[in-house]
């Protein structure tokens, strides 16, 4: 993948010619033409673009459109294709409360296909459109599916059974609570996850109220990373003294350290509880007083 070099003053129709030009020379496959994003529809840049499309004569027209604006993206879609004829949509923020409801819209009133969905801002956040998985979270029935799919592209597999053989023997350390914590966010943070499993719409208000911080796994992370090999190793070593260097190396509260330090400690429980039961013990106990 190869970016055109920036030349000061050139027009967007130069730009593109010569986008064109070094495509053919240099031997690439794809060119792609990214032009700058507009919320209003504007004649000139109207013309521009039909311009562009004349002399390009691109294979796909793609409109981004982001999902929150709702009927506002919706008629800059049904502009958009009655003057450039779009051949595809990129819906981009679909993790947020209308769960991509736009997109019912848009699909209908011009009669493009949704082609991508954008849940973020990284090229690993831009997925296909699967219709499906989208009426799925209208509905607030999640998409798990999708989520089994990032996870499995995200989780490395000898990591993860590594991590099962040390849960099943109770034996569960900070550096381990670090390795979840980055798979979290890797797969799009609590945010993320949290809009691709059922019934989370019915609690929304309850989730708000609680004031989940996403930055938070962030904190944790430096947390972990400003204690020393053998704190990870065996967090019972972490008195008063040491928390405040580990507070201060991250850049964090004493309150925080501590809570990570809760946290670390009721999960590390929970393992030893599961490791020590068979699996009628485990059934007959049932997950209320697992976690209670």
């Known amino acids: 993948m190869s970016s055109l070099p920036i030349v000061k003053g050139e027009t967007p129709i130069a730009i593109a010619k010569r986008a064109l030009q070094a495509g053919k020379t240099e031997g690439f496959d794809v060119v792609i033409l990214d032009t700058a994003g507009r919320l209003h529809i504007d004649q000139a840049l109207m013309d521009e673009l039909a311009q562009i499309k004349n002399i390009t004569q691109p294979v796909e027209t793609l409109l981004v459109a982001d999902s929150l604006t709702g009927q506002d993206a919706v008629n800059v879609a049904k502009e958009f294709h009655s003057k450039l004829t779009v051949t595809g949509i990129v819906l981009t923020r679909i993790d947020g409360d209308n769960r991509g409801g736009a997109a019912l819209s848009m699909r209908s009133i011009t009669g493009c296909p949704i ?28 998409d798990i599916v999708s989520l089994v799919e990032r996870a499995a592209e995200t989780v490395n597999q000898e990591e993860a059974e590594r991590l099962a053989k040390k849960m099943q023997k109770g034996a569960f350390d900070l550096n381990d609570l670090a390795s979840q914590l980055k798979t979290i966010r890797k797969m799009g943070g609590i945010g993320g996850l949290m809009g691709m499993l059922p019934g989370m719409k019915k609690i929304k208000n309850q989730l708000a109220d609680a004031n989940i911080d996403e930055k938070i796994i962030g904190r944790q992370e430096a ?18 003294s040491r928390r405040r260097r580990i507070a201060t190396g991250a850049g964090v509260s004493i309150q925080d350290v501590n809570r990570l330090l809760k946290q670390y400690q009721d999960m590390s429980t929970m393992m030893k509880r599961v490791s020590k039961m068979d699996k009628k013990s485990f059934i007959r106990s049932g997950l209320g007083n697992l976690f209670s």
């Open 115 to 142: 082609k991508f969905l954008g849940a973020g801002e990284k090229l690993s956040e831009l997925e296909l459109f699967h219709p499906e998985r989208i009426a799925s979270r209208i509905l607030d029935m999640g």
């Open 223 to 240: 947390i972990i990373s400003s204690m020393t090999k053998q704190e990870r190793k065996n967090a019972k070593i972490i008195n008063a």
